[in-house]
């Protein structure tokens, strides 16, 4: 059973599939990437490499960033339940290149513990561990540079009106009409007053004025949502702006209560009902 906030991307690359009505075969023909891995990268048997979400996206005229926002918080918990799930019959995921074959691994841990499960018998123990630990730092690396925000702030700028389109993921740092730079503080909670503002009349916590963003990363469109969701009794745990388990657990509440698909993925349907 995957965690949440993997399960939230496979649903989204699943949905982007089915609604572009394009097979398998015409996926892999745009992007490059085999049949046989969109299989189970759609399947969740494999974690999809950056590259190719970023073809999918582009491919059925999907957001890039939003899909690449919810990719990273895949690709960590993918990465730290990794060693766990290695051993004797897992299948190695797959970079997926159509007409390669499908031996590469998707993070250098994954290929040091392959590496080592192959070990020839006259290869030493202590070579292995060496090239473990370089693989590990080297993914250490990877880490920090993917952890970087996003177009350089997210939702820095001047103040956008409710309802108007939005290409930003949801780890913005700023808000369009907030109380500045978002910085995460462990232990650091945030007061909720909503009320009803602005010409759409909607609910409105005042951190953020998204009707569209996608939430995956920390920021204040997680706070807002985190506001929005105890204002409906829908308990999302502490309003501290990181989109955790407690907090995935009340969206797919909402969404049941509201008709929609209880998936935890909150996108612009989610926020119509959140905002009121």
Not at 126 to 136: D, E, G, I, K, S
Not at 172 to 181: E, L
Not at 207 to 231: F, I, K, M, N
Request: with cysteine; glycine share 14%; aromatic share 4%.
């Amino acid at each position: 059973m995957h965690d949440q906030r993997v399960r939230q991307l496979f649903v989204q690359l699943r949905r982007l599939k089915d609604r572009s009505g394009m097979s398998l075969t015409s996926l892999a023909a745009k992007t490059g990437y085999s049949r046989s891995s969109w299989e189970r990268y759609l399947n969740g048997k494999a974690l999809p490499p950056r590259q190719a979400v970023e073809d999918l996206a582009r491919a059925t005229g999907a957001d890039v960033a939003r899909l690449l926002a919810l990719h990273e918080v895949a690709e960590e918990v993918w990465q730290q339940r990794a060693p766990a799930l290695a051993g004797p019959g897992q299948e190695a995921a797959a970079d997926g290149r159509a007409g390669e074959p499908d031996q590469r691994p998707d993070d250098p841990e994954q290929g040091a513990t392959a590496m080592a499960a192959e070990r020839p018998p006259g290869v030493r123990k202590p070579v292995v561990l060496v090239a473990v630990v370089l693989a590990a730092l080297l993914g250490t690396g990877i880490g920090i540079l993917i952890g970087l925000p996003l177009g350089g702030g997210g939702d820095a700028g001047p103040p956008t009106a409710q309802g108007t389109p939005s290409a930003r993921p949801s780890g913005s740092t700023t808000a369009s009409a907030g109380p500045g730079r978002y910085v995460f503080r462990p232990g650091r909670t945030y007061p909720c007053k909503v009320r009803r503002s602005g010409a759409a009349g909607g609910l409105s916590a005042g951190y953020s004025t998204t009707r569209t963003a996608v939430l995956a990363g920390p920021g204040w469109d997680v706070v807002e949502a985190q506001c929005l969701l105890r204002h409906r009794k829908m308990d999302p745990g502490v309003v501290d702006g990181v989109y955790g388990q407690q907090t995935i657990a009340a969206v797919m509440r909402l969404q049941k209560q509201a008709g929609l698909p209880a998936d935890g993925v909150v996108g612009p349907h989610t926020w119509q009902v959140l905002r009121g």
